[in-house]
T-cell receptor, first 112, second 113 residues
Framework: NAGVTQTPKFQVLKTGQSMTLQCAQD?????MSWYRQDPGMGLRLIHY???????DQGEVPNGYNVSRSTTEDFPLRLLSAAPSQTSVYFC???????????FGEGSRLTVL | KQEVTQIPAALSVPEGENLVLNCSFT??????LQWFRQDPGKGLTSLLL?????REQTSGRLNASLDKSSGRSTLYIAASQPGDSATYLC????????????FGKGTHLIIQP
């Protein structure tokens, strides 16, 4: 029962570096999304995808890129890391656009 | 823009008590409402999903109700246990695409043994 798997769990970057947060799900879900969770701000949607080949921006997309080449994978790319991107990132998936959402364990990113 | 508020922000009760967590939202045009549990350093676990046409959902000791017209949902936990200690988050799906789910900031619950 893998569900939604995120890697890495922890990462420290220097300002200006780039990296990719990986997300994979084995439930054949069409809908996948990335959220960031910050103290006092709650969870905010970064990008989402309603199926392979289709992505769209969420509430806070600046500084992030996504792609969806397969149903299973939805990586999140940080193009040039900034301290404001220090956060905990969660990947989530659901069978349908408005279905029950399943979350990964999170990736804690620190940008120095 | 949808706003979700959870009251109280923190709650500490002795083991065995029944308790109610509250969630309110500003726009009643919703698709569904979900309650999640988050343990420290972990992801969110879905507890209950209530569709907009439903009034309540039950799972074990948990019961969630939805009153769309008043913009309120409650999560009732019966016979609380120390293992119920966690942060409980309410999230509203307005089907708004770019907004995704709108989350409340959660209620941090501690059940004292």
């Amino acid at each position: 029962n893998a569900g939604v798997t995120q890697t890495p769990k922890f990462q420290v970057l220097k300002t200006g570096q780039s990296m990719t947060l990986q997300c994979a799900q084995d439930m054949n879900h069409e809908y996948m999304s990335w959220y960031r969770q910050d103290p006092g701000m709650g969870l905010r949607l970064i990008h989402y995808s309603v199926g392979a080949g289709i992505t769209d921006q969420g509430e806070v997309p600046n500084g992030y890129n996504v792609s969806r080449s397969t149903t299973e994978d939805f990586p999140l790319r940080l193009l040039s890391a900034a301290p404001s991107q220090t956060s905990v990132y969660f990947c989530a998936s659901s069978r349908t656009y408005t279905g029950e959402l399943f979350f990964g364990e999170g990736s804690r990113l620190t940008v120095l | 823009k949808q706003e979700v508020t959870q009251i109280p922000a923190a709650l500490s009760v002795p083991e065995g008590e029944n308790l109610v967590l509250n969630c309110s939202f500003t726009d009643s045009a919703i698709y569904n409402l979900q309650w999640f549990r988050q343990d420290p350093g972990k992801g969110l676990t879905s507890l209950l999903l209530i569709q907009s046409s439903q009034r309540e959902q039950t799972s074990g000791r948990l019961n969630a109700s939805l009153d769309k017209s008043s913009g309120r949902s409650t999560l009732y936990i019966a016979a609380s246990q120390p293992g119920d200690s966690a942060t409980y988050l309410c999230a509203v799906d307005s089907g708004g695409g770019a907004d995704g789910l709108t989350f409340g900031k959660g209620t941090h619950l501690i059940i004292q043994p």
